[in-house]
DNA sequence: CCTCCACCGGAAAGCCGGGTCA
DNA sequence: TGACCCGGCTTTCCGGTGGAGG
């Protein structure tokens, strides 16, 4: 019986028309033969890397833009560009890339020089051997062969405030102890974070700087025309559509990718309700969805202790307009605690657990004083009500309140 | 103008699990 | 097997601090 419903769902499905021709244009592992409106970037880091082909080394690069703005697949557009230049003049020439943000594989000093040296066919151990070890097996693998190296860095600030710039600091100094050259490319989205660093760092890595502005609505809708052209059958866009994305895409930094995904789950949503046109209220729908599933996504990844904490403030959030502070959450969360027999942990670190929070958008926390009455954080949730209740539910399962 | 609350938030250090190496 | 390493999470310690109330 099952079997049979299955199968009729499965031939349904593939009878069923769709809007998408080829879906993974809008998807953002997808790089396009051309990156609109970046030209400009492209030949700035051309220019810099040019020298390479003449056998000297490239002045280091900071790469500074928000997110969506280009700069990844810019980047590696040029780099890729230049390599098959370089392969066809019989440059030796070799390229890294890396990304810092990267869980478990480059977000640590540690494990950034260990993926480098990976890269260059030297294999290491995830863990174990002290970092020191892990340069010299990276410096022996860059000395096998003489020839230059770039080295793309994305998402370093991440690296950065985690772990400090002691390895931007070995690596921008490096090429004294080796043959070989190697020139980085830094990519950042926090323009700040270059004050964090030693000095002789920052100047060493914005020998030459670009940024990347944001997109503006015009530009962001030739960039979606472009691609919805190659992404969807012809005619299910309705009238207004793009302009639409682009406008919510415009309003919040010109992130191009949020305007892609945005049309990409629009056009999903008008698969499910086999609707043959994509229209702006599914664009508003999207953007609903995809608010929604970051929320969840992010609340049941989470580990129990932070659940607690987040319960305590959703329990303490009656509805009614008064504010709550950390202390009140604190207290909540030691008797939640005790009730479930959970071990409790230190106000510091309950501090440090609400502006988590605050930073993944889930709650807002905001230090203020009350005079006589201290100084503290004074907490709101900025979940959407709609989900409110099932963000409950997962708390308490969670937590077995 | 000064006090003093109720926390904030930086620094450092500890614990522990996962690992290497000789 | 024991000495050692890394990194995530947490505790300890402690010097701030904005502004209502005196």
């Given amino acids: 019986m099952v079997e049979k419903g299955l199968e009729m769902f499965f031939e349904v499905f593939l009878s069923k028309e769709s809007v998408f021709f080829d879906k993974r244009v809008l998807q953002s592992s997808y790089t396009p033969e051309t990156i609109p409106h970046r030209e400009e970037q492209a030949k700035q880091i051309a220019t810099v890397l040019a020298p390479v082909l003449k056998g000297d080394k490239p002045s280091n690069i900071f790469i500074y833009g928000k997110t969506g703005t280009g700069k990844t697949l810019t980047t590696k557009h040029t780099t890729q560009k230049l390599m098959e230049i370089a392969s066809r003049e019989k440059i030796s020439l070799k390229i890294?890339?890396?990304?810092?943000?990267?869980?478990?594989?480059a977000d640590t000093e540690y494990r950034l020089i260990a993926q480098l040296a990976t890269e260059l066919g030297k294999s290491i151990p995830p863990t174990g051997l002290p970092t020191e070890e892990v340069y010299k097996a990276f410096l022996r693998a860059l000395?096998?062969?003489?020839?230059?190296?770039?080295?793309?860095?994305?998402?370093i600030d991440q690296l950065v405030?985690?772990?400090?710039?002691?390895?931007?600091?070995?690596?921008?100094r490096i090429n004294e102890e080796i043959e070989s050259?190697?020139?980085?490319?830094?990519?950042?989205?926090?323009?700040?974070?270059?004050?964090?660093?030693?000095?002789?760092?920052?100047s060493s890595l914005s020998e030459e700087e670009i940024v990347f502005p944001p997109y503006n609505a015009l530009q962001i809708q030739s960039i979606l025309k472009q691609r919805a052209d190659i992404a969807f059958n012809k005619d299910v866009l309705q009238q207004g559509v793009i302009e639409k994305c682009a406008a919510y895409a415009a309003r919040d930094h010109g992130d191009a990718r949020r305007a892609l995904e945005l049309l990409r789950v629009a056009g999903e949503i008008t698969d499910r309700k086999n609707s043959k046109k994509i229209t702006t209220e599914h664009i508003d729908e999207a953007e609903e969805k995809i608010d929604r599933d970051r929320i969840i996504d992010i609340v049941t990844t989470q580990p129990k202790q932070y659940h607690l904490v987040l319960y305590s403030i959703l329990s303490l959030q009656p509805g009614r307009g008064s504010s709550i502070f950390t202390g009140e959450v604190y207290d909540l969360y030691k008797s939640l605690c005790s009730k479930t027999n959970t071990s409790t942990l230190t106000q510091r670190r309950v501090s440090d657990i609400i502006s988590?929070?605050?930073?993944?958008?889930?709650?807002?926390?905001k230090v203020i004083s009350k005079g006589r009455?201290?100084?503290?954080?004074?907490?709101?949730?900025?979940?959407?009500?709609?989900i409110?209740?099932?963000?409950?539910?997962?708390?308490?399962e969670s937590v077995h309140v």
């Fill in 143 to 155: 000395n096998k062969q003489k020839q230059n190296y770039i080295l793309i860095l994305d998402e």
């Fill in 373 to 386: 009455y201290g100084r503290t954080r004074n907490i709101s949730i900025e979940i959407p009500a709609a």
């Fill in 181 to 202: 050259q190697i020139s980085l490319i830094g990519i950042s989205n926090d323009i700040m974070f270059v004050d964090k660093l030693d000095p002789r760092v920052r």
């Fill in 161 to 172: 405030n985690k772990t400090g710039d002691n390895a931007l600091y070995n690596l921008t």
């Fill in 356 to 365: 988590e929070f605050d930073m993944l958008g889930i709650v807002n926390a």
């Fill in 96 to 105: 890294l890339y890396v990304n810092c943000k990267l869980k478990r594989s």
């Fill in 388 to 396: 409110l209740p099932r963000v409950k539910t997962i708390l308490e």
